[in-house]
């Protein structure tokens, strides 16, 4: 009996502790700032004219609850949170229950959230999954509940939730799907729409209807088993044949959303930027979007790429001088894959990786008309190893070739014994002086672009040859400010010197031999299809493997990097390799359009002379040459007669470790 009066007396001490805790949290919410859940989500995002492209919730599109249909209502009620307005915030008896079941099998099945919890969560700006996260949303949950009517949390939580497709709140969502306002909208469409939220990019209608069907059987069958409608009316719903004519009257870039979670993304790693939407009142970001640039490039995407084929893009075209994104393609359609390959992925690269082996070998007493022997090899290793890279098709002129042809025939090996002769180190620091921070092995294979890199490294490293020898950072966000105009964030645009503008000239004219026909011999270019479609003048580098292809090319006012292959990493046939090459130059040419040809290009440093040079095999010119081509070469290390040295007995000795 004396053991069961003093767990009396505990339990009675943790009652009275817990109701004074309570009170005070109760004390404490009161008297703390109040949480302005009306702008929630509220975020417009500008492009470099400064029109909107995007916005979530605006004030002006908030709609009543009054306005909603009462199926959205019940729908969402019934599917979420059936206890809503019995409980405080926290439906303490369903967070148990989904407990023992997540702890029966192992994983999470079930979640416990109340729409007070999600509407606090959707406060936030990142959904980072940390304990302190856990606690603000916690506070944030009371302070809602303490100072706002269940009617009210209801109406914002409805304004605020992700439809899928950028349509955040129910009003944007029943517009973009069905044309017509949250007040008309019946059982079916109703039901439709409450089951996007829960996974927007699996549930929505337009990316896998068969998926949103299910969802929408499960939400009917929840109303029915809670008496909010009968077995007939959700027979009828589920039977209702939808039309989407909401879509289809929306003028939308199906790529747009790639740009705008980029945007999102970086949006959340800037320190100055509150982590709540609550904390600012709203926010407007300017980025560096060029939409028509955008839509035009969506446009010859969706040309040159057949509708029927699974093969995916991604494109990016950025400012050399800034780093700032222009425009961005992370796969060919948003709405029917969200995954962003153009920030996310990563892929090998091929040949584009050759440049910065190039730039690293002019930068160690190579010049243009430095010649190895084209023809096949076979490297052998200290520990006996073999290695024996090819050209493309077995193609070898079997006779020296200079720096220029090597590059116009994206020739391997001259690349490979190029990058023993300088030592494994050279290319990785210079592709770590531009930015290049992705894992790079020390292996001979590494200018064939072995390894996996993502575009927008790939975009911002090819920036220092196109700026002269600068590093930038890729950025989409120009300026970010609060509702009422107050700056929050400014991009600096700061560029570090990392490369010789002497020799990033002379790469730059380099790689203008991928579509130049004075290159013709044994081989062909690998662009010179492009020869008579360029209007303007482009340094361009394609890399091609069986299962990933680029093209990335630029002046000194954009850079441009087109990456094509299968998400699954399927082998490419052979007309898919047309695709990344059709698209660059297609939407380079519309970037520099209005401007003369060659007004991008590039001025010739005063340490710097130019040469007429037989450009195959890069020795100096003689009037017995049929072929001439004035090549570049820094003060003093020109060709100086018709032999040129060749270093194949240099290379020999040499065996990478």
Not at 77 to 99: C, P, Q, S, V
């Amino acid at each position: 009996m004396k053991i069961f009066k003093i767990l009396r007396k505990i339990i009675f001490v943790f009652i009275i502790l817990g109701l004074i805790g309570y009170l005070g949290i109760k004390i404490y919410v009161k008297m703390s700032p109040n949480v302005l859940i009306n702008t929630a989500n509220s975020v417009f995002l500008y492009d470099k004219d400064e029109n909107v492209f995007f916005q979530g919730n605006d004030e002006k599109e908030w709609i009543s609850l009054d306005d909603i249909s009462q199926y959205v209502i019940d729908a969402t009620i019934y599917t979420e949170d059936k206890n809503f307005y019995k409980h405080h915030g926290f439906d303490f008896l369903r967070i148990i229950k989904a407990l023992y079941i997540n702890i029966i099998n192992g994983k999470t099945v079930q979640g416990a959230s109340t729409i007070t919890q999600q509407y606090a969560k959707n406060l936030f700006l990142s959904f980072d999954k940390t304990w302190k996260r856990k606690w603000d949303e916690m506070w944030y949950t009371i302070k809602i509940e303490n100072n706002y009517s269940k009617e009210e949390i209801l109406e914002g939580y409805l304004n605020t939730i992700n439809y899928g497709h950028g349509m955040y709140g129910i009003e944007n969502a029943s517009k973009y799907y069905f044309g017509k306002s949250a007040s008309e909208l019946d059982l079916a469409e109703a039901t439709m729409l409450t089951g996007i939220p829960k996974s927007p990019s699996n549930y929505s209608p337009l990316i896998d209807y068969e998926a949103a069907k299910k969802r929408q059987k499960n939400i009917l069958n929840l109303m029915v088993e809670n008496g909010v409608i009968t077995e007939k009316e959700k027979n009828k719903a589920y039977q209702e044949e939808l039309n989407f004519v909401g879509e289809k009257d929306r003028e939308e870039l199906t790529t747009l959303m790639y740009y705008h979670d980029a945007v999102m993304d970086e949006l959340k790693s800037i320190d100055s930027i509150p982590k709540s939407y609550s904390d600012t009142s709203g926010l407007k970001i300017y980025t560096s979007l060029d939409l028509d640039l955008q839509k035009k490039v969506e446009k010859i995407m969706e040309e040159e790429i057949p509708k029927e084929s699974d093969i995916q893009t991604a494109i990016v075209l950025m400012n050399p001088e800034t780093g700032g994104v222009e425009a961005l393609i992370g796969g060919r359609d948003y709405n029917k894959s969200s995954f962003n390959r153009a920030t996310i992925s990563k892929r090998q690269v091929g040949s584009t990786m050759k440049p910065y082996l190039y730039y690293a070998a002019l930068e160690n007493g190579f010049t243009s008309s430095s010649a190895f022997t084209s023809e096949a090899t076979t490297f052998v290793f200290n520990n006996q190893e073999e290695y024996s890279p090819q050209n493309n098709n077995k193609t070898y002129g079997n006779k020296p070739i200079s720096m220029g042809t090597a590059i116009a025939y994206s020739e391997n090996i001259y690349a490979v014994k190029t990058h023993l002769f300088l030592g494994e180190e050279a290319l990785i620091n210079v592709a770590r002086r531009v930015g290049i921070s992705s894992k790079l092995e020390k292996v001979p294979s590494l200018p064939l672009g072995t390894n996996e890199i993502n575009i927008l490294e790939m975009a911002a490293g090819y920036s220092a040859f196109a700026n002269e020898g600068y590093k930038v950072k890729s950025h989409f966000i120009e300026r970010v400010e609060d509702k009422n105009g107050k700056v929050l964030y400014e991009a600096k645009n700061s560029k570090e010197a990392v490369l010789n503008p002497s020799i990033t000239f002379i790469l730059n004219n380099l790689l203008t031999a991928t579509y130049d026909s004075d290159y013709i011999d044994y081989n062909y270019p690998t662009a010179i299809s492009l020869a008579s479609k360029l209007t303007h003048k482009y340094a361009l580098k394609s890399g091609t493997t069986e299962t990933d292809n680029w093209d990335i090319g630029f002046n000194k006012n954009v850079v441009c990097a087109v990456w094509v292959g299968y998400d699954d990493n399927k082998a490419l046939i052979p007309s898919e390799y047309k695709y990344a090459q059709n698209i660059w130059y297609k939407s380079i040419e519309y970037h520099e359009r209005g401007t003369k040809n060659d007004e991008g290009w590039y001025e010739m440093p005063k340490n710097v002379s130019a040469v007429l040079v037989e450009p195959i095999s890069g020795r100096l010119a003689t009037n017995n040459d049929k072929k001439k081509k004035m090549m570049y070469f820094i003060k003093g290390t020109e060709p100086s007669n018709s032999e040129q040295e060749v270093f194949d007995s240099k290379v020999e000795s040499i065996h990478p470790s």
